[in-house]
Every structure is written in structure tokens, then in C-alpha cells.
């Protein structure tokens, strides 16, 4: 999954880094991890428009049309590198 995650990097931001994080809050997947299922969470690229003008937990609390596309190719590539796999 991580691998499939760094080729979408790679293809859609070119020269960014990818680097696994750490999210403090509570999520989802504890409780699918605590069944035994392994999860990832992938969240959308943010320019920096985006995450000065609409950070998460805001009164405004999205991203860029411009940025959703970009997501969604991202997503995209990372979901058929691994059901590819199978």
C-alpha cells in the first residue's frame, strides 16, 4: 500500500516528498484494526491556499475545486496500484 501511495506521489505531485504521518485525533480505522484489517488513510494534497483559507475544523472546511481533481487522480492511482496487485 505504502509503495502505491509514493508512485501516486510520484505521478501527481512530481518532486514532492512522501512521508508517513502520525494523525493525534481519533479516526475510523482503530476499530478495523482492531479486527485484524489493515488501514491506511490517504487525505486530500493541500496547496497552501487551501490549508490557510480552508484547514480542517474550520468554519470553511474544504479544498479547491482545482484541488479535488488532483485528489481524485491521486486516489485513483493508489486504488488500481493495489487492487492491480491482486
Known amino acids: 500500500?505504502?509503495?502505491?501511495?509514493?508512485?501516486?506521489?510520484?505521478?501527481?505531485?512530481?518532486?514532492?516528498?512522501?512521508?508517513?504521518?502520525?494523525?493525534?485525533?481519533?479516526?475510523?480505522?482503530?476499530?478495523?484494526?482492531?479486527?485484524?484489517?489493515?488501514?491506511?488513510?490517504?487525505?486530500?494534497?493541500?496547496?497552501?491556499?487551501d490549508q490557510s483559507n480552508f484547514g480542517p475544523h474550520r468554519d470553511v472546511e474544504r479544498i479547491l475545486e482545482s484541488s479535488l481533481y488532483q485528489f481524485v487522480e491521486f486516489t485513483w492511482i493508489v486504488v488500481t496500484g493495489v487492487a492491480g496487485k491482486q
Do not use: H
Not at 502520525?22 to 476499530?31: E, K, V, W
Open 1 to 49: 500500500m505504502y509503495r502505491a501511495i509514493e508512485r501516486a506521489g510520484r505521478l501527481s505531485f512530481a518532486g514532492s516528498p512522501v512521508l508517513p504521518g502520525m494523525l493525534a485525533g481519533c479516526t475510523d480505522m482503530a476499530l478495523s484494526r482492531a479486527r485484524g484489517i489493515q488501514s491506511y488513510g490517504i487525505g486530500p494534497p493541500a496547496t497552501l491556499n
